[in-house]
């Protein structure tokens, strides 16, 4: 069994890291040289995490070699984005600019309509689980439209029904005479 020595205030250090960071793989890192400095096995370790032997050697082979900045991953792991730079740029520019205004015969970019768009555009068409990343992380967020009949209808005689209705919840109805 391969264990890490830590003194009280390394200990503490690592706890404090633990907690202040808002990356899960710092954190998972950080308990598996915490839980090798208290003794435990690395099956246990791994399963006390959920992760493989493999990621806990490859932890503690990081952290020996370059200490405390051994924990943080440096690259994410998988091929890279399809969503270029280029990419990106076309998406804010289409988001930005009025579908009728493109040629198009609606008015609200839908999550399909937007990618076939760009696929026109960039030649590249994103899995739908990219759709649910992309345009968040270039700030924009989509919601199902609102349909409404303004615009669409009569304002004035909308109004003029408008009023009467209230007028006639008003009214007062006469009580049907009760006999005793």
């Given at each position: ?145 609102k349909h409404t009949m303004k615009g669409k209808r009569d304002e004035a005689a909308y109004e003029r029904a408008r009023r009467q209705l209230k007028r006639l ?12």
């Open positions: 069994m391969v264990t890490c020595k830590l003194t009280d205030k390394q200990s503490d250090a690592w706890d404090a890291l633990r907690f202040s960071t808002r990356d899960a793989k710092v954190f998972r890192n950080a308990t598996i040289i915490l839980l090798s400095a208290g003794g435990n096995s690395k099956p246990l370790i791994a399963q006390e995490l959920g992760c493989s032997l493999a990621t806990v050697d490859t932890v503690r082979r990081h952290y020996r070699e370059q200490g405390i900045d051994g924990l943080v991953p440096r690259t994410s792991p998988g091929r890279p984005s399809r969503a270029t730079p280029q990419y990106r740029a076309a998406l804010r520019e289409a988001v930005q600019t009025p579908p009728q205004s493109l040629g198009y015969g609606f008015s609200v970019w839908s999550l399909a309509r937007l990618a076939q768009h760009l696929k026109r555009k960039t030649d590249v068409l994103l899995s739908e689980d990219q759709w649910g990343r992309v345009p968040r992380r270039e700030g924009f967020f989509y919601q199902r439209p919840k008003k009214k007062r109805l006469n009580p049907m005479p009760t006999k005793c």
